[in-house]
């Protein structure tokens, strides 16, 4: 996060919207960590403007749940807690199932092969280490099989998850011991899909979703125990 430059194209919305989708961003991808405090003069000196817009931006992230108001503290970055993973998470797992099923009876030969591409294009993001070019190449591989769906329903409501998702998605993939789980598990689930078999497919996306709340519920109790 920093200074706002004005030759970014989002410098023609209002700058409260500039602000907004600045500190969301930040949020989505841990540069605002849960817990940390959201102070307005730093956040306004960090970005080049004044306190106004920060304060109606911290609102908008309020009552988006990234963000909560604490008595004689302020602001601060909303922690990830299970019940709101566990949530997310449980929907994400209905649509991820539907959609490898829809798309083993819909996909074509093209999208299979770039199914696979995307599917060696992850374990080249994860052989750089880099967590934001493993994040995208994690989004970039989901949606190759949700718009083989070809249910344009099913991929509106995977969009409305999707920033939520994002935040869930960057912080098990921070954890770099669980890298090759995800590289076999998607292996898996391009085999499966290729192959065609609904069935399979559908077991290896269950598997695939469960691994990774389980892996955020770790991270959620190391966090819980560290701020004891």
């Known amino acids: 996060m920093e200074y706002l430059n004005i030759s970014d194209p989002d410098a023609f919305l209002p700058l409260r ?14 540069e605002l960590k849960p817990g940390e405090r959201l102070m307005e003069i730093h956040l306004a000196e960090k970005l080049g403007v004044s306190r106004t817009p920060i304060r109606e931006a911290i609102r908008q992230l ?7 108001m604490l008595p004689r503290r302020g602001a601060q970055v909303a922690h990830i807690t299970e019940k709101s993973m566990s949530d997310v998470l449980e929907v994400r797992l209905a649509l991820d199932e539907l959609a490898v099923e829809l798309a083993c009876e819909r ?9 696979r591409e ?7 993001a994860v052989d750089s280490s880099d967590i934001r070019a493993i994040t995208s190449a994690d989004v970039a591989f989901h949606d190759i099989i949700f718009a083989a769906s ?9 969009n409305n998850l999707a920033e939520q998702m994002y935040r869930y998605r960057f912080e098990y993939i921070k954890d770099d011991s669980g ?8 292996r898996m689930i391009t085999d499966a899909i290729a192959m065609r078999d609904s069935e399979l497919a559908s077991r290896a996306i269950h598997v695939h979703v469960k691994n990774q709340e389980n892996s955020i519920i770790r991270t959620i109790r190391r966090e819980q125990k560290g701020l004891k």
């Open 17 to 30: 919207d500039v602000v907004f989708k600045t500190l969301r961003q930040s949020i989505l991808t841990g």
């Open 62 to 68: 309020e009552l988006e749940g990234l963000v909560v």
């Open 107 to 115: 996909i074509t030969d093209e999208e299979i092969e770039r199914l």
């Open 118 to 124: 995307a599917c060696l294009e992850f374990e080249k």
């Open 150 to 158: 070809r249910n344009n329903r099913l991929v509106q409501m995977v």
């Open 179 to 186: 890298w090759q789980s995800l590289i076999t598990e998607h």
